[in-house]
């Protein structure tokens, strides 16, 4: 006989069933209630509570190196923002990155896929390969390009380039440069996320639905653009939403490269944000940018989920 | 039959290529890591040279060792994924399996906080943390990254509970088995596989995390995703060192991320399915 907790499952005799199953139901909450209530402490404490002392900060001048000048000032912040060109320049460094990051990483992901699913042997190599990438830190990842991939001459991006005639190039020195070196370092890390899952629901579509499309002697772009294209639909939305979200927060891989610069050609907001905090910490201001950059990711993201949502 | 050679030598190429480019960053990384300083300066690049392990005796046992580092990155992981998975596991449950009012605003929630950019965490956790002295410490550090690994355990445990039939604990409630006894003896066994790939990708985020990380470490708690930025500097880059010291932040990524291989999609797009984002 087991022995649980006192109160046991069996109801006293008296009781008709319908109470009994209040009973019951009444226990189920109570017991779910005590199982969500850590995790969910946890998470007020480590999310909802720093947003909202992130806005009330927002509202103040805090600055660590000059705390005589700390007050509360409304919306001050956030009226030098709109006046703030770096915000605005940090803002489209921002898109630039999060477009073309995203936009390669589904296309390359997207065709090496496909490449991959046609091959008789060698899946197995590609998908252990490809998990290389996604599981190292941005912040190692990073260090390694900035030194023994992109450092003129003993780089081994420098090298190819003057082999190539391109000649020695200072690519992190350079703003167009460094702005091309941290997308190519971000799309080299997470192609292989994209390619990884596209793959895997590639796999999972039906073959006659092929079969078909072959008797019908549809060409194989016929096939790909009919049939192919409009079946992945759901897990390259999917596939675009998350990477987006990781792009618009990217930090360590820019950071340990670039720092944001030369000047501010790689600074994103998000980066733009922390900057403004712990290097020139004014923290006020640098979490009015954080606001900033929740308020754009909310709307970047509604405007995703509009598209997954629409047929 | 020539047309059929070309087309399984192009395959051929392009499979190199790709896997070329991915594997190159961390094998060169490897082979740097072996060489003498004036090896990795060589010009052209040298693939053949004499091997030695000197970097790695300087990074560990020399005078600047980058062992205290690793042992930091170690406990902040291991703290983060044992904490994690005591909180995770009852609250996934829960949400899986038992039914009480809020349910779909509460799967909602934990979805919701992980829309927040760090660094806007970050911001107002310095401020509290400095406030109560916990800046370099590691309950500092462990605590802010359950902002992050808490949301992602409980949706990647919801779908390991959500797949164990419901006969099973019917059939223990029927023995007259409490529901915490239930939960334990028969529920927690079922889902051992979803709880160690749980265990695998919790750990692997923490490892690799770096802006909670650089704001919140200081002399005492420094992982070595932030300890080994020190390796270069406006001066000099220590370039044998840092490549050792890449080498060994990235070993145990690389051998967890191996043994989880098959759980591996599921586990960077969890949450995704019922309409969320990761970091």
């Given at each position: 006989?087991?022995?649980?907790?006192?109160?046991?499952?069996?109801?006293?005799?008296?009781?008709?069933s319908?109470?009994?199953?209040?009973?019951?139901?009444?226990?189920?909450?109570?017991?779910?209630?005590?199982?969500?209530?850590?995790?969910?402490a946890?998470?007020?404490?480590?999310?909802?509570f720093p947003l909202?002392?992130l806005?009330?900060?927002?509202?103040?001048?805090?600055?660590?190196?000059?705390?005589?000048?700390?007050?509360?000032?409304?919306?001050?912040?956030?009226?030098?923002?709109?006046a703030?060109?770096?915000?605005?320049?940090?803002?489209?460094?921002?898109?630039?990155?999060?477009?073309?990051?995203?936009?390669?990483?589904?296309?390359?992901?997207?065709?090496?896929?496909?490449?991959?699913?046609?091959?008789?042997?060698?899946?197995?190599?590609?998908?252990?390969?490809?998990i290389?990438?996604?599981?190292?830190?941005?912040?190692?990842?990073?260090?390694?390009?900035?030194?023994?991939?992109?450092?003129?001459?003993?780089?081994i991006?420098?090298?190819?380039?003057?082999?190539?005639?391109l000649g020695?190039?200072?690519?992190l020195?350079?703003?167009t440069?460094?702005?091309?070196?941290?997308?190519?370092?971000?799309?080299?890390?997470?192609?292989?996320?994209?390619?990884?899952?596209?793959l895997?629901?590639?796999?999972?579509?039906?073959?006659?639905i092929y079969?078909?499309?072959?008797?019908?002697?549809?060409?194989?772009?016929q096939?790909?653009?009919?049939?192919?294209?409009?079946?992945?639909?759901?897990?390259?939305?999917m596939?675009?939403i998350?990477?987006?979200?990781?792009?618009?927060?990217?930090?360590a891989?820019?950071?340990?490269?670039?720092?944001?610069?030369?000047?501010?050609?790689?600074?994103?907001?998000n980066?733009y944000?922390?900057?403004?905090?712990?290097?020139?910490?004014?923290?006020?201001?640098?979490?009015?940018?954080?606001v900033?950059?929740?308020?754009?990711?909310?709307?970047?993201?509604?405007?995703?989920?509009?598209?997954?949502?629409?047929? | 039959?020539?047309?059929k050679?070309?087309?399984?030598a192009?395959?051929?190429?392009?499979?190199?290529?790709?896997?070329?480019?991915?594997?190159?960053?961390?094998?060169?990384?490897?082979?740097n890591?072996?060489?003498?300083d004036?090896?990795?300066l060589?010009?052209?690049?040298?693939?053949?040279?004499a091997?030695?392990?000197?970097?790695?005796?300087?990074?560990?046992?020399?005078?600047?060792?980058i062992?205290?580092?690793?042992?930091?990155?170690?406990?902040?992981?291991?703290?983060?994924?044992?904490?994690?998975?005591?909180?995770?596991?009852?609250?996934?449950?829960?949400?899986?399996?038992?039914?009480?009012?809020?349910?779909?605003f509460a799967?909602?929630?934990?979805?919701?906080?992980?829309?927040?950019?760090?660094?806007?965490?970050?911001?107002?956790?310095f401020?509290?943390?400095?406030?109560?002295?916990?800046?370099?410490?590691?309950?500092?550090?462990?605590?802010?990254?359950l902002?992050?690994?808490?949301?992602?355990?409980?949706?990647?445990?919801?779908?390991?509970?959500?797949?164990?039939?419901?006969?099973?604990?019917?059939?223990a409630?029927?023995?007259?088995?409490?529901?915490?006894r239930?939960?334990?003896?028969?529920?927690?066994?079922?889902?051992?596989?979803?709880?160690?790939?749980?265990?695998?990708?919790?750990?692997?985020?923490?490892?690799?995390?770096?802006?909670f990380?650089?704001?919140?470490?200081?002399?005492?708690?420094?992982?070595?995703?932030?300890?080994?930025?020190?390796?270069?500097?406006v001066?000099?880059?220590?370039?044998?060192?840092l490549?050792?010291?890449?080498?060994?932040?990235?070993?145990?990524?690389?051998?967890?991320?191996?043994?989880?291989?098959?759980?591996?999609v599921?586990?960077?797009?969890?949450?995704?399915?019922?309409?969320g984002?990761?970091?």
């Amino acid at each position: 006989m087991l022995t649980g907790s006192g109160t046991s499952m069996d109801a006293p005799a008296f009781i008709s069933s319908m109470d009994a199953g209040r009973v019951l139901a009444r226990r189920e909450r109570r017991f779910a209630s005590a199982l969500l209530a850590p995790a969910f402490a946890a998470l007020l404490a480590t999310t909802t509570f720093p947003l909202l002392y992130l806005i009330w900060t927002s509202a103040f001048r805090i600055d660590l190196a000059m705390p005589f000048t700390n007050g509360f000032i409304g919306i001050d912040n956030y009226r030098d923002l709109l006046a703030d060109s770096r915000f605005w320049s940090s803002l489209s460094v921002s898109m630039i990155y999060t477009i073309s990051t995203v936009v390669l990483q589904v296309a390359i992901g997207l065709g090496l896929a496909l490449f991959v699913m046609g091959m008789k042997k060698g899946q197995g190599l590609f998908r252990l390969i490809a998990i290389l990438p996604v599981v190292l830190s941005p912040a190692v990842v990073g260090m390694v390009w900035r030194t023994f991939m992109l450092q003129p001459e003993f780089g081994i991006v420098d090298f190819l380039s003057i082999n190539a005639g391109l000649g020695s190039q200072n690519w992190l020195g350079d703003p167009t440069l460094a702005m091309i070196s941290v997308i190519v370092i971000h799309t080299w890390q997470w192609t292989p996320f994209a390619f990884m899952v596209l793959l895997a629901s590639l796999a999972a579509l039906p073959d006659d639905i092929y079969e078909a499309a072959r008797i019908d002697r549809a060409s194989a772009w016929q096939r790909f653009r009919r049939i192919t294209l409009p079946l992945l639909r759901p897990a390259i939305v999917m596939v675009v939403i998350m990477r987006t979200m990781v792009a618009l927060t990217a930090f360590a891989a820019i950071f340990t490269v670039t720092g944001g610069g030369p000047g501010t050609a790689t600074e994103i907001l998000n980066l733009y944000a922390y900057r403004k905090s712990f290097t020139e910490l004014s923290i006020g201001y640098g979490s009015a940018l954080a606001v900033a950059l929740l308020v754009v990711t909310i709307i970047i993201s509604a405007a995703l989920f509009a598209v997954r949502r629409a047929k | 039959m020539t047309a059929k050679r070309l087309r399984i030598a192009a395959v051929i190429v392009i499979s190199l290529i790709f896997i070329l480019a991915w594997m190159f960053p961390i094998l060169w990384s490897f082979l740097n890591s072996l060489k003498t300083d004036k090896d990795v300066l060589a010009y052209p690049p040298k693939v053949l040279f004499a091997p030695t392990l000197e970097a790695y005796r300087d990074v560990l046992f020399g005078s600047a060792s980058i062992l205290p580092n690793l042992v930091s990155s170690f406990i902040i992981s291991i703290g983060t994924t044992v904490i994690t998975m005591l909180l995770a596991v009852p609250a996934a449950y829960a949400l899986a399996r038992l039914r009480f009012p809020g349910k779909r605003f509460a799967g909602f929630y934990v979805l919701a906080t992980q829309m927040l950019p760090p660094v806007g965490i970050i911001i107002p956790y310095f401020l509290v943390l400095r406030g109560i002295g916990w800046i370099d410490t590691y309950q500092g550090i462990i605590l802010i990254y359950l902002s992050f690994s808490l949301p992602f355990a409980i949706w990647l445990l919801v779908s390991y509970f959500e797949d164990i039939p419901f006969e099973m604990e019917e059939a223990a409630y029927l023995d007259g088995a409490s529901r915490l006894r239930t939960l334990w003896r028969i529920i927690i066994p079922q889902v051992r596989g979803g709880i160690s790939v749980t265990v695998v990708f919790v750990f692997l985020n923490a490892w690799n995390e770096f802006l909670f990380a650089v704001v919140l470490s200081g002399n005492t708690v420094r992982p070595v995703t932030v300890a080994m930025y020190n390796f270069i500097s406006v001066e000099q880059t220590l370039w044998t060192k840092l490549a050792a010291v890449s080498v060994l932040a990235m070993l145990p990524v690389i051998l967890l991320g191996i043994f989880a291989q098959k759980h591996i999609v599921k586990g960077l797009t969890v949450g995704a399915v019922k309409g969320g984002g990761r970091r």
